[in-house]
């Protein structure tokens, strides 16, 4: 694919011991344009390692070889690959993650070029650093970083992981149809599975504990239907759970 070299000059040389094991998504609340002045701007240290484009366009800041600075503050993670040290300290998820920034806000739906452009350039990453095509290393920043809501939920992951995967769909994952709104809290009342898909065809990603406080911000009413109910719930982090289990 076609990559424009906008380098920047924030990023630290190498990645220790680490290489790559997930990809970061991120929005960059800007245009392209600005994001390229930004991460050029030694002040700013920030940068990711790829920005995408409305057109499709993708600039690259950083070489993958060495480690961009776009998701270094750890705060409330839900990524289950997020590594600690043996005292239990978070390891710095830059040195393990490849970063990719995406042109607009969290209130905009993501354009077709966007979709193709990032699909592919997830799908060469994972190539050269042997990352699984699938939603536990295809992740938001916000699953770092859970105080920033990027990069929003416009984004389908299902359909950018399908895409990358080269498949029209993945077996089990049909894109359902969901309403989005703001956040709303809720509480398990059984032990209850978070999945990628509104349905029990794939493993789950992680379990919580009854009496878990839950928020969610989208809904769909075509889940699978369990003991009559097919209304599932999206969480922030892209997670299906079924209705039944929360109060």
């Known amino acids: 694919m076609n990559i424009t070299k906008k380098l920047s000059p924030n990023f630290t040389p190498g ?3 680490y290489q790559p094991l997930a990809i970061v998504i991120h929005i960059m609340q800007g245009s392209l344009e600005g994001t390229d002045s930004w991460f050029g701007n030694r002040q700013a240290k920030v940068s990711a390692h790829y920005g995408v484009g409305r057109s499709g366009d993708v600039h690259q800041y950083v070489d993958e070889k060495d480690t961009a600075w776009h998701a270094g503050v750890v705060t409330a993670p839900s990524w289950s690959l997020i590594k600690k040290t043996v005292s239990g300290l978070f390891i710095n998820p830059n040195y ?14 993501w354009t077709d070029a966007m979709y193709e452009s990032t699909s592919l350039l997830i799908a060469e990453i994972s190539k050269r650093w042997n990352i699984p095509i699938d939603r536990n290393h295809i992740i938001g920043h916000h699953e770092i970083y859970a105080v920033k809501a990027c990069p929003g939920n416009k984004v389908d992951f299902n359909k950018l992981i399908a895409l990358a995967a080269g498949k029209n769909a993945p077996q089990g994952q049909q894109v359902v149809p969901k309403r989005l709104f703001p956040a709303i809290n809720t509480v398990t009342k059984v032990p209850l599975n978070l999945r990628t898909v509104a349905n029990t ?3 789950p990603v992680k379990t919580v504990q009854a009496g878990t406080a839950l928020s969610y911000v989208g809904m769909t009413e075509q889940g699978e239907n369990i003991q009559g109910n097919s209304t599932w719930f999206l969480t922030n982090d892209g997670h299906w759970f079924w209705s039944g289990g929360v109060k």
Do not use: A, F, M, S
């Open 96 to 109: 393990y993650t490849v970063g990719i920034e995406h042109e607009g806000t969290i209130d905009n739906d």
């Open 15 to 17: 990645r220790k011991k």
């Open 201 to 203: 065809t794939q493993p």
